[in-house]
């Protein structure tokens, strides 16, 4: 049943998209450890990671399509999950780094002894081990999108209203997590990685290994997704989407299919920060900012919500783009996004893929039809010379 | 201003009072040269009797052994050594008499008995100087600091004082000397009264510190006495919290009531609402950079004249980006977020290219610093009158909306577009002039903001949050609502600052909008009818 489940999400799109990131997986360490510096093909390791970066980027964007556009929830507020993701990461590094750190205690974090902390706090227990932390980097964001959606899709909370209380949401984590007494490293967050499974994180290969890894993942994410959206319960959600009330009225339970959506949406959320924390080499309570967040709905409109492909492709472009301006006019770039926001919901409400399908569907039905009518005119035909 | 005008009735008054004996204390201060230590304190009291404030520097001078007599004529100066001369000062006047040789002059000799004689005469002084500031001050200091000594002192000037609030104070000093003197049970039972009718945290001081030496019958008197201004000082702290609530609130309504316009009654999600408030503030800025440098003597006016100024900028933005972005948009309001999402983000650049990152420095007029006392509570001129501000802009604008053509047909578009296009509105054009309107009272808001809060490119974005909150919190669609939201959030929120720190009661409040918003998915005023549905 499972194998029938994953098999119907392979159309032709998601097999080539998610063959390309295979590739891409394979391609880009091999470039960068096989080819020699010097060679025209070499990919320098700044750059792998840099890569890296982005395809985390795109998961948190898929992440947000798959509750924006096929449910019609939008999350102003996914950056948390991505930062919670990327913060239970961040306490297994930390906690690895043992008594590597400045002050040298075997146990406690350099800045709980700075702080003046004797012992470790309940919440930081387990983190030492790499299966737990990888446990909490599904169940924490997932567990904080059950109770959030839990109250607000059963009191029937949507549309702005949803999206302005999850921006507050994300609004008073960033506030909590700047607290030095919250035991997440207050302001300057969790930094200095030493190793992560005993492989340091500076080493080309353990760059190479995360970048896969990233690939591989948003590849698992998409398949993931593609097999919510072409199941049955895919066809409810886009029903959801474009007629709630119908929906509600024909039995289904709304609020439940919306919970799940959003719980699995925050859960690959999760998995993009914590894939993005050993890549960058830090977690901040930065990553909470309400613009982040939005800027993540910006990438996916750009690409085209409602496509699978399209926020992937749009948040690898955007980012490209923020990390070209930001480094050749750092005064445009500010320019650039807001205009890309505006262009982007005035002329190309689709995004680009969704564009780019409509305009083949749109074409393919015209030759269709066009077809038909010579059909019909060669039936004709005959009759007429009868 | 109140305030003001009755301390200018006590003014005139206290001229008014009667004068003290008066006689020339010059010969009187000439005597000391040749008097001895007995006949000194009695030139003493009487230089002291003659209530002249000029003799103050003097006697000052006296203790601290710098009165000198001339040999040769016995005129007494105020000296200070200067080299190896001593350089003379007439002693009541103060103008400098030229520099003698140390030979020439004779000290004239204090003792600590004396010293103690002068003291007295000082503290009589001040406490009957004819200036009523000084003898305020001369009681102020006697309560600050009790003394057995000082009680007779106290109660002849109190026999002769007729200022009301001088008097108050000599009491309240009097009743704090009198509390560690030796007299009887009865005085100090009123004293203790006394004090605690004088209330405050120093009252407390004064009535434990005497708790061990007073007489145990007294004991519950003084324990009920502390219990009393205890309780009296929470309450203060209650009304000051509430003040500060009401304070942060009217920020809040400032913030929010152009919200309540584009969001609440338009529908449209501006998120560039923060960035109207920072464009009014930075209009503020340079409306005062104008006036400093051409025209100094209206910095007084300064606000008055950024207040229209303002408006004028920001509603003319605000109308450019209605017609420029949000006109197509209507009916998606997921898609206006984003738009003006994007807005905001140029405009924020806009303004850090043109003005640079930093703050900008906008002045308080006079009139909006200082702070006055009221009761037991502190209130600062600004917050006053930021306070008055909103109000007045609250109320303003729902006359607005009540009373006058335009906010009929505004409210007849948002009810009805349709019906309303059909007797004759012209929608487009009342959709322009709203959302206009919005962003021009967020103008106003940011002259005001401008006043407590820095000015940089990023004052917007801290308000654009609170500022929905306290729509939604308060009932999309309603003015009033957004009134009792952001008065009742501000409270909240300095309510739960003293007990769980400034940061985490905000988070308190965010997390309780937002149960509250499961509960009341429409806020605490919601619309009935119809219109929820659209």
Same mark, same amino acid.
């Not at chain 2, 000029?54 to 080299?83: C, M």
């Given at each position: 049943?499972?194998?029938?489940?994953?098999?119907?999400?392979?159309?032709?799109?998601?097999?080539?998209?998610?063959?390309?990131?295979?590739?891409?997986?394979?391609?880009?360490?091999?470039?960068?450890?096989?080819?020699?510096?010097?060679?025209?093909?070499?990919?320098?390791?700044?750059?792998?990671?840099?890569?890296?970066?982005?395809?985390?980027?795109?998961?948190?964007?898929?992440?947000?399509?798959?509750?924006?556009?096929?449910?019609?929830?939008?999350?102003?507020?996914?950056?948390?999950?991505?930062?919670?993701?990327?913060?239970?990461?961040?306490?297994?590094?930390?906690?690895?780094?043992?008594? %590597?750190?400045?002050?040298?205690?075997?146990?406690?974090?350099?800045?709980?002894?700075?702080?003046?902390?004797?012992?470790?706090?309940?919440?930081?227990?387990?983190?030492?081990?790499?299966?737990?932390?990888?446990?909490?980097?599904?169940?924490?964001?997932?567990?904080?999108?059950?109770?959030?959606?839990?109250?607000?899709?059963?009191?029937?909370?949507?549309?702005?209203?949803?999206?302005?209380?999850?921006?507050?949401?994300?609004?008073?984590?960033?506030?909590?997590?700047?607290?030095?007494?919250?035991?997440?490293?207050?302001?300057?967050?969790?930094?200095?990685? $030493?190793?992560?499974?005993?492989?340091?994180?500076?080493?080309?290969?353990?760059?190479?290994?995360?970048?896969?890894?990233?690939?591989?993942?948003?590849?698992?994410?998409?398949?993931?997704?593609?097999?919510?959206?072409?199941?049955?319960?895919?066809?409810?959600?886009?029903?959801?989407?474009?007629?709630?009330?119908?929906?509600?009225?024909?039995?289904? %339970?709304?609020?439940?299919?919306?919970?799940?959506?959003?719980?699995?949406?925050?859960?690959?959320?999760?998995?993009?920060?914590?894939?993005?924390?050993?890549?960058?080499?830090?977690?901040?309570?930065?990553?909470?900012?309400?613009?982040?967040?939005?800027?993540?709905?910006?990438?996916?409109?750009?690409?085209? %919500?409602?496509?699978?492909?399209?926020?992937?492709?749009?948040?690898?472009?955007?980012?490209?783009? $923020?990390?070209?301006?930001?480094?050749?006019?750092?005064?445009?770039?500010?320019?650039?996004?807001?205009?890309?926001?505006?262009?982007?919901?005035?002329?190309?409400?689709?995004?680009?893929?969704?564009?780019?399908?409509?305009?083949?569907?749109?074409?393919?039905?015209?030759?269709?039809?066009?077809?038909?009518? $010579?059909?019909?005119?060669?039936?004709?035909?005959?009759?007429?010379?009868? | 201003?109140?305030?003001?005008?009755?301390?200018?009735?006590?003014?005139?008054?206290?001229?008014?009072?009667?004068?003290?004996?008066?006689?020339?204390?010059?010969?009187?201060?000439?005597?000391?040269?040749?008097?001895?230590?007995? =006949?000194?304190?009695?030139?003493?009291? =009487?230089?002291?009797?003659?209530?002249?404030?000029?003799?103050?520097?003097?006697?000052?001078?006296?203790?601290?052994?710098?009165?000198?007599?001339?040999?040769?004529?016995?005129?007494?100066?105020?000296?200070? &050594?200067?080299?190896?001369?001593?350089?003379?000062?007439?002693?009541?006047?103060?103008?400098?008499? #030229?520099?003698?040789?140390?030979?020439?002059?004779?000290?004239?000799?204090?003792?600590?008995?004396?010293?103690?004689?002068?003291?007295?005469?000082?503290?009589?002084?001040?406490?009957?100087?004819?200036?009523?500031?000084?003898?305020?001050?001369?009681?102020?200091?006697?309560?600050?600091?009790?003394?057995?000594?000082?009680?007779?002192?106290?109660?002849?000037?109190?026999?002769?004082?007729?200022?009301?609030?001088?008097?108050?104070?000599?009491?309240?000093?009097?009743?704090?000397?009198?509390?560690?003197?030796?007299?009887?049970?009865?005085?100090?039972?009123?004293?203790?009264?006394?004090?605690?009718? !004088?209330?405050?945290?120093? &009252?407390?001081?004064?009535?434990?510190?005497?708790?061990?030496?007073?007489?145990?019958?007294?004991?519950?008197?003084?324990?009920?006495?502390?219990?009393?201004?205890?309780?009296?000082?929470?309450?203060?702290?209650?009304?000051?919290?509430?003040?500060?609530?009401?304070?942060?609130?009217?920020?809040?309504?400032?913030?929010?009531?152009?919200?309540?316009?584009?969001?609440?009654?338009?529908?449209?999600?501006?998120?560039?609402?923060?960035?109207?408030?920072?464009?009014?503030? !930075?209009?503020?800025?340079?409306? =005062?950079?104008?006036?400093?440098?051409?025209?100094?003597?209206?910095?007084?006016?300064?606000?008055?004249?950024?207040?229209?100024?303002?408006?004028?900028?920001?509603?003319?933005?605000?109308?450019?980006?209605?017609?420029?972005?949000?006109?197509?948009?209507?009916?998606?309001?997921?898609?206006?977020?984003?738009?003006?999402?994007?807005?905001?983000?140029?405009?924020?650049?806009?303004?850090?290219?043109?003005?640079?990152?930093?703050?900008?420095?906008? #002045?308080?007029?006079?009139?909006?610093?200082?702070?006055?006392?009221?009761?037991?509570?502190?209130?600062?001129?600004?917050?006053?009158?930021?306070?008055?501000?909103?109000?007045?802009?609250?109320?303003?604008?729902?006359?607005?909306?009540?009373?006058?053509?335009?906010?009929?047909?505004?409210?007849?578009?948002?009810?009805?577009?349709?019906?309303?296009?059909?007797? #004759?509105?012209?929608?487009?054009?009342?959709?322009?002039?709203?959302?206009?309107?919005?962003?021009?009272?967020?103008?106003?808001?940011?002259?005001?903001?401008?006043?407590?809060?820095?000015?940089?490119?990023?004052? #917007?974005?801290?308000?654009?949050?609170?500022?929905?909150?306290?729509?939604?919190?308060?009932?999309?669609?309603?003015?009033?609502?957004?009134?009792?939201?952001?008065?009742?959030?501000?409270?909240?929120?300095?309510?739960?600052?003293?007990?769980?720190?400034?940061?985490?009661?905000?988070?308190?409040?965010?997390?309780?909008?937002?149960?509250?918003? =499961?509960?009341?998915?429409?806020?605490?005023?919601?619309?009935?009818?119809?219109?929820?549905?659209?």
């Amino acid at each position: 049943m499972i194998t029938g489940f994953v098999l119907r999400a392979l159309d032709g799109k998601i097999v080539v998209a998610i063959g390309i990131l295979l590739a891409i997986a394979v391609l880009v360490p091999a470039l960068n450890l096989l080819v020699p510096a010097g060679s025209a093909f070499h990919i320098p390791t700044y750059a792998v990671s840099l890569f890296g970066k982005y395809l985390c980027y795109a998961l948190l964007a898929l992440a947000l399509d798959l509750v924006w556009g096929y449910c019609g929830i939008l999350s102003l507020g996914h950056g948390a999950f991505f930062a919670l993701g990327g913060y239970a990461m961040g306490m297994y590094l930390m906690r690895q780094i043992g008594s %590597r750190g400045v002050y040298g205690d075997p146990v406690l974090p350099d800045f709980m002894v700075f702080l003046n902390w004797k012992e470790l706090p309940w919440f930081w227990y387990g983190f030492d081990m790499f299966p737990f932390a990888m446990l909490m980097v599904l169940v924490v964001p997932g567990l904080l999108a059950f109770l959030f959606g839990w109250f607000a899709f059963r009191s029937r909370v949507n549309g702005v209203y949803l999206s302005i209380i999850t921006q507050a949401m994300t609004y008073a984590l960033m506030l909590a997590f700047f607290r030095n007494d919250m035991g997440f490293g207050g302001n300057n967050g969790l930094t200095d990685y $030493k190793d992560i499974l005993g492989f340091s994180v500076q080493a080309p290969g353990t760059r190479n290994v995360l970048f896969a890894m990233s690939a591989i993942m948003l590849a698992l994410c998409l398949l993931i997704a593609s097999a919510i959206v072409r199941s049955k319960f895919g066809k409810v959600l886009v029903g959801v989407r474009d007629a709630e009330s119908r929906v509600r009225f024909l039995g289904f %339970r709304v609020e439940n299919i919306k919970l799940f959506t959003f719980v699995v949406s925050a859960m690959m959320a999760g998995i993009a920060g914590a894939l993005f924390v050993p890549q960058v080499g830090i977690i901040n309570p930065g990553e909470f900012a309400p613009a982040n967040s939005i800027e993540v709905v910006v990438w996916t409109a750009v690409g085209g %919500r409602g496509t699978l492909i399209g926020p992937i492709i749009g948040a690898v472009l955007v980012n490209a783009g $923020k990390s070209f301006f930001t480094g050749a006019f750092p005064e445009f770039w500010l320019y650039a996004l807001g205009g890309l926001f505006i262009a982007v919901t005035l002329f190309l409400p689709k995004g680009i893929v969704g564009t780019i399908q409509h305009g083949w569907h749109a074409r393919t039905e015209r030759k269709a039809a066009a077809e038909r009518e $010579k059909g019909e005119d060669a039936d004709m035909m005959p009759q007429a010379a009868e | 201003m109140r305030i003001r005008f009755v301390s200018l009735i006590f003014l005139i008054l206290s001229f008014a009072a009667p004068c003290l004996a008066q006689s020339d204390p010059k010969p009187l201060i000439n005597q000391l040269a040749n008097a001895n230590f007995k =006949q000194a304190e009695d030139i003493i009291g =009487q230089i002291a009797a003659t209530g002249d404030a000029r003799v103050v520097p003097a006697l000052e001078a006296f203790a601290e052994g710098d009165l000198y007599a001339r040999k040769a004529d016995d005129v007494v100066f105020i000296t200070t &050594a200067s080299g190896s001369k001593l350089a003379l000062v007439d002693p009541l006047t103060g103008e400098s008499a #030229g520099e003698v040789a140390k030979g020439a002059m004779t000290k004239i000799k204090v003792n600590n008995n004396l010293r103690r004689a002068i003291r007295d005469a000082l503290g009589a002084l001040t406490l009957m100087s004819p200036d009523r500031n000084a003898r305020l001050q001369a009681a102020n200091t006697m309560l600050a600091a009790p003394s057995e000594d000082n009680l007779e002192l106290i109660e002849t000037a109190l026999a002769r004082e007729t200022d009301g609030e001088v008097r108050a104070r000599m009491e309240e000093a009097r009743a704090v000397s009198l509390l560690t003197s030796g007299r009887s049970i009865e005085e100090k039972r009123e004293a203790i009264e006394r004090i605690r009718n !004088y209330g405050g945290r120093d &009252a407390i001081g004064v009535l434990r510190g005497a708790y061990g030496s007073i007489d145990a019958s007294l004991q519950p008197d003084i324990d009920k006495a502390i219990g009393a201004i205890e309780s009296e000082i929470a309450l203060w702290d209650m009304a000051q919290n509430v003040w500060y609530g009401l304070s942060l609130g009217s920020v809040l309504l400032l913030a929010a009531i152009g919200l309540a316009i584009t969001f609440g009654v338009m529908g449209i999600i501006n998120m560039a609402h923060g960035e109207m408030v920072m464009l009014g503030a !930075y209009s503020t800025f340079v409306v =005062q950079d104008i006036i400093r440098s051409s025209a100094p003597q209206l910095f007084d006016w300064s606000l008055a004249i950024a207040l229209p100024v303002a408006f004028l900028v920001t509603a003319a933005v605000g109308l450019a980006i209605e017609r420029g972005v949000i006109r197509f948009l209507y009916g998606r309001p997921l898609e206006t977020l984003l738009a003006t999402w994007g807005i905001s983000l140029i405009l924020q650049q806009a303004i850090r290219s043109i003005f640079g990152p930093t703050n900008q420095e906008v #002045g308080n007029p006079s009139w909006m610093s200082g702070s006055f006392a009221l009761g037991g509570m502190n209130v600062t001129w600004n917050r006053m009158w930021i306070i008055i501000f909103s109000l007045s802009i609250f109320f303003a604008l729902l006359v607005l909306m009540k009373k006058s053509s335009f906010g009929l047909q505004m409210r007849a578009v948002t009810q009805n577009r349709r019906m309303a296009s059909s007797m #004759g509105i012209r929608t487009p054009w009342v959709d322009a002039f709203t959302f206009a309107l919005g962003s021009g009272i967020a103008g106003i808001a940011g002259v005001a903001l401008s006043q407590i809060d820095n000015v940089s490119p990023n004052l #917007g974005q801290s308000y654009i949050i609170d500022s929905f909150m306290v729509v939604v919190f308060g009932g999309v669609g309603n003015l009033w609502g957004t009134l009792v939201g952001a008065m009742s959030l501000g409270v909240l929120n300095k309510f739960l600052e003293p007990w769980a720190g400034a940061v985490l009661g905000k988070i308190l409040v965010l997390v309780l909008i937002i149960l509250f918003i =499961q509960k009341r998915p429409r806020g605490l005023f919601a619309l009935k009818g119809r219109a929820v549905e659209a």
